[in-house]
């Protein structure tokens, strides 16, 4: 079974930084693209950075220049350095991937899906 494991969320005063990581892990065939996405209270989830595999990065406007995503495929996970923090930051952050697990690989499905983590909390203020 495949599972997203979120970590490095927190409370944070603006202008700090964090650092979240997101494991992948369980029977993976591959991994296209894996993501950030959050959600403040009362609006909709939104794409914060995206990176595909061979390390393409795209980011929402709001963040380009204070954070910056990266991946590790060898582990299967992937980050997101926010810099510069500020209160509108405030969310829970979501790592979501396009993926393939290898037990749906083997029962002839070769496109991946969508994959969630459960979330974590991010605070920016003073």
């Known amino acids: 079974q495949v599972q997203l494991v979120e970590s490095g969320g927190g409370l944070v005063q603006p202008g700090g930084s964090l650092r979240l990581s997101c494991a992948a892990s369980g029977s993976i065939f591959s991994i296209t693209a894996m993501g950030w996405y959050r959600q403040a209270p009362g609006k909709e989830r939104e794409l914060v950075a995206a990176?595909?595999?061979?390390?393409?990065?795209n980011y929402a406007d709001s963040v380009k220049g204070r954070f910056t995503i990266s991946r590790d495929n060898a582990k299967n996970t992937a980050y997101l350095q926010m810099n510069n923090l500020k209160p509108e930051d405030t969310a829970v952050y979501f790592c979501?991937?396009?993926?393939?697990?290898?037990?749906?690989?083997?029962?002839?499905?070769?496109?991946?899906?969508?994959?969630w983590g459960q979330g974590t909390q991010v605070t920016v203020s003073s």
């Open positions: 990176i595909t595999s061979d390390g393409s990065a």
């Open positions: 979501n991937a396009d993926l393939l697990a290898r037990d749906e690989y083997w029962s002839g499905r070769y496109t991946p899906r969508d994959y």
